[in-house]
Every structure is written in C-alpha cells, then in structure tokens.
C-alpha cells in the first residue's frame, strides 16, 4: 500500500472514498460482475458457458462486495484516525471476515447453486484470498488516486499562492506616485487610496480560512478598479452587470481579480482613449457564469501575458470542478472577451 504514514485525522483526507455514494456503488457492482464472468469464461470456455457458475459466483460476490462496502463506509470515520498500515489491514480484515461468512451461509441456505464436492476449508480458503488479493488491488488504486488528487491540490494552492505573492511592480509604483500626487492638492482622496491599498493587499495575502463567495470576490476588484481608477481617470470605466442572486454563491479566491487586472493592463491602459470594462456574474441553470469583457489592446507583449494568466485560471478551474469548469476566450477585432463557468454551490 505504500509507505505507513499516519493519517490527518480528517475522513476528507483520507485515501478510502466514500463507497456508500452511488457512482461508487455502481462502478463496485460493474466491477464485481466483470471479475465474475472472466471466472466463468476461464472455467468453462465459450462453448460450454456455465450458465449456472455464472448465477452462484455472482450472487456471492455481488453479497460480499455490497456487504463489505457499506460496512467499509460505516467505519471510513474510525479508519481515518489510523495509519495508513492499520487502516490497509482494517479494510482487508474487514474483507476477509465477510468472504468467509458469506460462503459459509451461502452453502447453509442455497445448496443447489453450490459446486460439485460442496464447501471445504480449501473452497473456504480460495474464496477469502481471492477477495483480499482483490480488494487489496482496490485499496492500491484508492491510494494512488488519493496520492494524485492530493498532488494536484498542492499544485493548486502552489499557484495560488505564487498568484497572491505576485503584486506587479508597475501597479505598485503607479499607485505610490498617484497618491504622492494627491497629498498635497486632495490629501482626503490620497488617505483614502491608502486605505484601499491596504485593504487589497490583506485580501490578497490572506491565508483562506473561509470559503469565498462572489461578494467577496466583487469587493476586491472593487478595490482594485478605484485604485487604477487614480491612475487612468476618466479613461476607465465600469460597467457592471451583476446577478443579485449570485452574489452569494461559491468562488475560488483571487478569480475574478486577475480577469479584470488583465482587461485594464492588456487593454484598456495600452489605448490613449481608454475604455470600457463590462463585468457579468450571473447564475445561468446549475452554472455560475462570469464575463469580463475589454477593448483590445495594442500590446503584443503583454497579450503574450495575458495568455499565462488565463490558463492559470482555466488549470483551476479544471481542477476545482473538473469538466464543469471551463474557461472560453472570445478574441474579436475591437472587443476581447473572457468568459468562465463552473457548477453552482453554496459556500460552506
């Protein structure tokens, strides 16, 4: 099974999937039945199929796999606390037991399914190595798809991190001298600058301990579009579309941010007459959908950028929500257009 370390303590970081949910089940029942047919297949050929071998062996291994799952999902809890060898032998066990009682009753109560010769401690045996040899290839498989999901979160939060301790130096600078500008000629607007640089640094660096929701999300571009707003005056301007329906629904952190920091540093600041920034949050069926939409730029260089930054995101969105997440883009002669959706869920 691997190397045995302990566990977190926590059933969501535990190798074991919850094996009571119905896609488990029915991969499990898919699965057993496949196992069930290559034994009959080599027992008895094509030809003379046994059709008889074929209503026993899955009667007992559908039991014992129906029965070892929901026994194995009662007790993920307890196996969680474990480590990672106790938990292996607990499942096994776990396993083991029930082939073993299973055969036995199944010979009490259905003798005419049985084989010729009946059961014996050799026929008892078989069957509980088979089904160990066979669900410790299963825990195998749930620990190496455990291990790589696990990998992909920490690249995940790898990315994210590196996105939060990313602040462009340009932003930085164009703000400092914006607001060193106003200090003497409008210095209530300059503290207020300070203020809302303060703020988006701290929403920006902060540790997630929370779900956050597009309210959230809204608020720091918010904060972000009056800062640049300091620098581009009337060339920027915002307009806003959003479902008040969605302002409570789930987003990942610091996703929306980089669409519209994107829009202004690969669009609008690259035009002397500025331009518009639209921004759409709106819940569309079971999806969430977000469209932030600029005037093209004139900046090759940094549309190059805006290509690292947009498959950032797409890369987590495909590994938050899967296929559900997508990301579009929408290039056009005047106008560019990203466009992002992912399944609906409230935030815990």
């Avoid at 535990?14 to 499990?28: E, I, K, Y």
């Avoid at 050929?45 to 999902?73: E, I, K, R």
């Avoid at 509980?128 to 291990?147: C, D, K, T």
């Avoid at 569309?284 to 469209?291: I, K, S």
Wanted: hydrophobic share 45%.
């Amino acid at each position: 099974m691997g190397p045995a370390t302990g566990q977190s303590g926590t059933v969501e970081d535990f190798f074991l999937p919850d094996l009571c949910a119905p896609r488990s089940v029915l991969l499990m029942i898919l699965l057993a039945e496949l196992l069930v047919l290559v034994h009959v297949l080599a027992a008895s050929g094509v030809p003379g199929f046994d059709w008889t071998l074929l209503a026993s062996g899955s009667l007992l291994v559908q039991w014992v796999t129906l029965l070892s799952a929901g026994l194995l999902c009662q007790l993920r809890g307890p196996l969680s606390t474990l480590s990672l060898a106790a938990a292996s032998s607990t499942c096994l066990l776990v396993v083991g037991v029930v082939t073993l009682a299973s055969s036995f009753v199944a010979h009490l109560l259905a003798p005419p399914l049985e084989v010729a010769g009946g059961v014996t401690g050799w026929v008892l045996l078989r069957n509980v190595l088979v089904a160990v040899v066979a669900a410790g290839i299963a825990l195998r498989y749930f620990y190496l798809q455990h291990q790589l999901q696990r990998q992909e979160k920490l690249e995940l939060q790898s990315r994210l991190d590196s996105l939060r301790n990313r602040i462009r130096p340009h932003f930085l600078f164009n703000t400092l001298n914006s607001i060193a500008s106003l200090i003497q000629s409008r210095p209530e607007v300059a503290e207020k600058a300070v203020e809302d640089l303060a703020e988006l640094f701290r929403l920006s660096l902060r540790e997630e301990q929370r779900d956050t929701t597009v309210a959230d999300e809204l608020h720091v571009c918010e904060l972000y579009l009056g800062i640049e707003k300091l620098r581009l005056g009337e060339r920027l301007r915002v307009d806003w579309a959003v479902d008040p329906l969605a302002r409570n629904q789930a987003m990942p952190s610091l996703l929306l941010q980089p669409l519209v920091e994107n829009a202004i540093y690969h669009g609008i600041s690259t035009l002397p007459e500025g331009g518009t920034v639209q921004i759409a949050v709106a819940c569309e069926g079971g999806d969430l959908r977000v469209a932030v939409e600029n005037p093209v730029g004139r900046s090759p260089v940094r549309a190059r950028g805006n290509k690292l930054a947009l498959e950032n995101i797409r890369r987590r969105l495909e590994a938050l929500h899967g296929a559900g997440g997508r990301l579009e883009v929408q290039p056009g002669d005047e106008q560019y257009r990203v466009e992002l959706r992912y399944p609906r869920e409230s935030p815990a």
